[in-house]
């Protein structure tokens, strides 16, 4: 009997022990993984306002693309700072430096400032920066409610091979009215932004912003454990869609 509990005993001891070592590895492993996430020189958030930008770009217009253009591009627009920006979309209908009047539904209307809108309900435009990557980009947008499913635009920022880096959805609104909107800002803690991209829901951008400044002067402190899983899957959250869309004549069909 003494034998045999001192055996079961050994045994106890040998599997905590081995359970120990197995515990204290995936705890070594997760605590790894998540300075590695908080430490990433690719980390993003989603700003409202240019405050941590260390050099912010500001571009109020899209000369020299000519006023109220059509066109799914590439055109090619020049910024505040001299850079050289490239303009595509997937509507032929869209609009570049456009001032003419231009629906989003509930959101209310713009008729003064030179913009570029999508034009569809479905669809994205991209905003290719010629002189080399970026580590932010946004500016000032409205979308147009109720116009498609998820009823939601979308941000995203491109590496230079066209692989999402990271993508938002946003439904904010700004009840109504003219010339009203929000301002959204991808921010990255390295210049690596080739593309900005902005799709569905009859999207607009105006003041078209960017920092050509790395790395950026601010950056969220280390996130705790659960909160480094719960980023990591949302910032990188892959949103296929399928782009059919209608051509529209004019700009403000959708008032």
Known sequence: MFFQSLSTS?????FMKGNFRVTTIWRLAAITAAIAASACPGRAILVNNTSSFVNPVVTTNFDPIPINTFSPGPLFFTASNGDSIRFD???????????????????????????????????????????????????????????????????AALDGAGNVLETYGLNFSTGGGTNT??????????????????????????????DDASPMAAVPGPL?????????????????RIVSSKVLPVASAIV
């Open 10 to 14: 050994m045994g106890l001891c040998r």
């Open 89 to 155: 979309s997937t509507i032929p209908a869209s609009v570049i430096n456009y001032s003419g009047g231009y629906g989003f539904s509930s959101n209310g209307s713009w008729n003064i400032l030179p913009m570029a809108g999508l034009n569809s309900s479905s669809g994205y435009m991209d905003f290719t920066f010629i002189d080399g990557p970026v580590s932010a980009a946004g500016g000032f947008l409205n979308w147009a409610p109720n116009t498609y499913i998820p009823d939601e635009m979308f941000i």
């Open 181 to 210: 909107g929000s301002d959204y800002f991808i921010q990255r803690s390295t210049a690596d932004i080739a593309s900005l991209r902005l799709g569905d829901s009859y999207v607009g951008i105006a003041n078209f912003t960017f």
């Open 224 to 240: 705790h454990l659960l909160g480094v899983g719960a980023a990591f899957g949302y910032s990188r959250k892959f949103r296929k």
